[in-house]
């Protein structure tokens, strides 16, 4: 029999995305954005599948009491804060139970183990108002250009004043930003995929990003209008090359200001390039950082390896307490970054390596290892080469809990390092998405 497109759900649980998880009359599992565990609900169901379904909230019958009134306006037609309608208690709840599921399941840990394993999220900032940067979505349409957030539906941009994820000095930035191109193209063509917006309440630092094609640019004009709307430190061009899925850096231009975004993390000073990862989270990536040196304790006389490392986040506090840091980093622009902030911090023990990192992968014996991968988590190559090493003590920073529980077996069936701890972090409130970070110590014997 047919499902019917709408269906009374009681919500079960949260699934490690942006919906919850129930089950239609037939038995059949529904995915159902906007609805909170504990919900009664009317699903309307958008797409059917053999095995399951996708719907959205229609109608609250009975409301669970963990669902609140979202602090933003736009939380509903936003796609930045698909959790905004959970109580941050209850979000709390979720994470960790996503990472001990990932553990017990893709593990292979089991329900018992994991539970020990898993720490209770640590929340290093306020729930709202935590971002450092925020990215425009852009659409042209009969010659009209329109900036703003992702629509949670897929449908195009929100239009929005302000984006309460940001600081609270800055969240009219987004407005603004939106407001001056949207007026530039008016009278100019502008080729825009995306504009990027970070800021800092600390450095006072504005810098706006224009992501679009290598060609024509009116570069002094968009950079006059961006100053009169937003007063930035630093307005940057990066050209693109390639198909949509598989874009490169064709070039990176500065039109105004410094030409790079400051942060301050910790006792450290850095400076990011536009194209380069940052943590969007300042006081998220400070607790990375202090759970990574408290769980490997770098010594003076101890060699540190530093894999995916980025700008440097790790790479400045391991080489201020180790004798040496090697850091392999494949990204070009976050290794120029990494160059230049060691040279401005005037730390002259670190080998900075450009590479892949199962490629150029250190030739050294290193007492302590921090890696921090993209999300698809590290290549088995990558765990065997680590798994070979003398270390005591690996710190792995992970953005998802399914390819860390992947990699985590991994490393057990290598038989050299078990993990000690696992500490979900939360980076990105209002939204699905947790960080770990997991402590592996050498077996006894290894």
Same mark, same amino acid.
């Given at each position: ?10 919500i ?16 059949k ?39 609140v ?19 941050y ?6 994470k ?5 599921? =990932?553990? &017990? #399941?893709?593990?292979?840990?089991? +329900?018992?183990? %994991? ?6 999220? /640590? ?6 108002g ?21 629509a ?56 706006v ?8 640019f ?9 100053a009169?709307?937003?007063k ?11 198909? =949509?899925? &598989? #874009?490169?850096?064709?070039?990176? +231009?500065?039109? %105004? ?6 942060? /301050?993390?910790?006792?450290?000073r ?45 790479t ?34 670190v ?6 990192a199962?490629?150029?992968f ?14 698809a988590g590290?290549?088995?190559?990558v ?14 920073v ?6 860390l529980?992947?990699d ?39």
């Amino acid at each position: 029999m047919a499902e019917a497109t709408t269906q009374q759900v009681r919500i079960e649980r949260m699934a490690y995305g942006p919906e919850a998880v129930g089950r239609l009359e037939s038995g059949k599992t529904v995915f159902v954005a906007g609805a909170v565990p504990g919900d009664l609900v009317e699903v309307a169901v958008d797409r059917k599948a053999e095995r399951y379904c996708n719907g959205h909230v229609s109608k609250v019958l009975e409301a669970s009491p963990d669902r609140v009134v979202p602090e933003c306006p736009y939380a509903a037609v936003c796609g930045g804060c698909p959790w905004a309608q959970i109580s941050y208690d209850a979000q709390a709840r979720h994470k960790r139970d996503g990472v001990v599921s =990932a553990l &017990a #399941r893709i593990g292979r840990m089991g +329900e018992e183990r %994991a539970e020990a394993l898993v720490a209770p999220l /640590v929340s290093p900032s306020a729930p709202w108002g935590y971002r450092n940067k925020v990215e425009l979505a852009v659409v042209e349409s009969g010659g009209r250009l329109s900036l703003g957030m992702h629509a949670a539906d897929g449908s195009g941009v929100v239009a929005v004043k302000a984006c309460k994820l940001l600081d609270k000095g800055h969240q009219g930035v987004v407005k603004s930003v939106a407001g001056a191109l949207s007026y530039m193209a008016n009278s100019h063509h502008l080729d825009l995929e995306r504009v990027g917006v970070r800021v800092s309440t600390r450095t006072r630092e504005v810098e706006v990003a224009l992501w679009d094609r290598p060609g024509g640019f009116p570069r002094a004009a968009v950079a006059k209008v961006l100053a009169d709307a937003c007063k930035p430190t630093s307005v940057t061009r990066v050209m693109q090359k390639g198909p =949509a899925k &598989a #874009r490169k850096i064709a070039g990176q +231009e500065r039109l %105004a200001g410094r030409g790079s975004w400051g942060e /301050v993390v910790g006792a450290e000073r850095m400076r990011v390039s536009a194209p380069s990862f940052f943590q969007v989270n300042t006081k998220g990536a400070e607790k990375l950082v202090e759970l990574v040196m408290e769980g490997l304790d770098p010594q003076e006389d101890e060699e540190a390896m530093d894999l995916y490392c980025g700008a440097g986040t790790f790479t400045l506090p391991l080489a201020r307490r180790a004798g040496f840091v090697s850091a392999v980093e494949s990204y070009g622009p976050a290794v120029r970054d990494l160059r230049r902030n060691l040279d401005e911090a005037r730390l002259d023990n670190v080998d900075p390596i450009g590479g892949d990192a199962g490629l150029e992968f250190p030739d050294t014996d290193a007492d302590v290892i921090v890696v921090d991968p993209p999300r698809a988590g590290l290549a088995e190559q990558v765990v065997s080469q680590l798994s070979d090493q003398p270390a005591r003590a690996i710190a792995y920073v992970s953005c998802d809990p399914a390819t860390l529980a992947r990699d985590l077996a991994r490393f057990e069936e290598k038989g050299t390092f078990e993990p000690a701890s696992v500490t979900p972090v939360d980076l990105f409130p209002q939204t699905f998405h947790v960080e770990t970070v997991t402590i592996l110590k050498r077996r006894a014997g290894r």
